[in-house]
């Protein structure tokens, strides 16, 4: 059940970090704004790892903190903890920005990662809804593989080739025990159900024997409860493991004709692969090309280099 929350209850927000990003977050604020201003003020992320968060530019970011930062002086809203019965309401942006936070922190800053694991443990302390419950797992699942994500040359090592034997098990039990709680817990969402996708990724002896059925599945439900075209290249290339590449590849450039992610260097990523797969040779070189041209982290970068040499 819910956490009843009433004003006359005695509580406190007990980390500081934590207490500025619900004071960010002000519904007074664009959410967009909520989120933006607390990851380049709060976490210390640069203009340019935030825009790249956003899927947009930094002089584009930049701009939405300054109008933020401008209503917050003109409305003189406070900088102040929210009244108990306030937290609820912002929840889904303070949600929002600790993932963001999780996301920045997977390939080059740890410290990073593992701040917005301990966030989220504080944030299901104080309102154990379903949504935080699941994100808490979501990032457990992801962390677990985190030893095994790179080489020592700092190279991205896809899911299907990585070393499940040196995955931290300890968290991926946490992270499915927390999966099956928010699943029961009333108002579940889009980061349970992420959770649960990784629960059934982390479980698989291996990447042949994942229910890629279950995921498709998952997918299907997640794409309904928050339309995105991410969410809709995921589904695609989870499509492309249980029905085979050329059915992927379509849906891809689907979703590429719409101009939605031409400038999103991971549907490239995915489109180069699945022509890869098809032995396609020259289509997967241009696509990956393409990839190499948008990406930006390192990890990444040196993936899709070694995937051209290949070729």
Same mark, same amino acid.
């Given at each position: 059940m819910p956490l009843e929350l009433t004003d006359a209850e005695d509580y406190d927000v007990a980390d500081d970090r934590l207490r500025l990003i619900f004071t960010c977050c002000h519904p007074a604020l664009n959410p967009d704004a909520q989120v933006a201003m607390t990851l380049r003020e709060v976490c210390g992320l640069t203009t340019e790892q935030v825009a790249a968060a956003f899927l947009t530019?930094?002089?584009t970011l930049a701009q939405r903190i300054v109008r933020a930062?401008?209503?917050?002086? $003109?409305?003189?809203?406070?900088? /102040? *903890?929210? &009244?108990? !019965? $306030?937290?609820?309401? @912002?929840?889904?942006s303070v949600l929002h920005v600790v993932y963001l936070v999780f996301n920045q922190g997977y390939f080059t800053r740890a410290d990073l990662a593992t701040e917005a694991i301990r966030l989220g443990r504080l944030l299901v302390e104080l309102l154990p809804e379903a949504e935080a419950i699941g994100l808490l797992a979501l990032m457990l699942l992801h962390d677990a593989r985190r030893a095994t994500r790179t080489t020592a040359a700092g190279e991205l090592i896809p899911l299907e080739e990585q070393d499940r034997s040196r995955w931290n098990r300890e968290q991926i039990e /946490? !992270? *499915?025990?927390? *999966?099956q709680r928010a699943l029961t817990s009333r108002g579940f969402g889009p980061y349970t159900l992420q959770a649960a996708i990784a629960a059934l990724h982390a479980e698989a002896p291996s990447s042949a024997a994942? $229910?890629?059925?279950?995921i498709v599945g998952l997918y299907d439900v997640l794409l309904r409860a928050e339309p995105s075209p991410v969410i809709e290249l995921n589904r695609a290339a989870a499509i492309a493991m249980r029905d085979g590449p050329e059915r992927g590849l379509a849906l891809i450039d689907t979703i590429l004709a719409r101009g939605e992610l031409r400038e999103y260097h991971l549907a490239h990523a995915a489109r =180069? $692969?699945?022509? @890869? @797969?098809l !032995?396609?040779?020259? /289509? =997967? &070189?241009?696509a990956y090309k393409r990839a190499l041209e948008l990406a930006v982290e390192e990890p990444e970068r040196l993936l899709l280099e070694r995937r051209l040499k290949e070729l």
């Open positions: 530019t930094a002089p930062k401008s209503k917050i002086r $003109d409305a003189r809203i406070p900088y /102040e *903890v929210p &009244a108990r !019965g $306030d937290l609820p309401e @912002r929840l889904a /946490e !992270g *499915v025990t927390l *999966v994942t $229910d890629w059925p279950q =180069a $692969d699945l022509f @890869r @797969r !032995g396609r040779k020259s /289509e =997967a &070189a241009a």
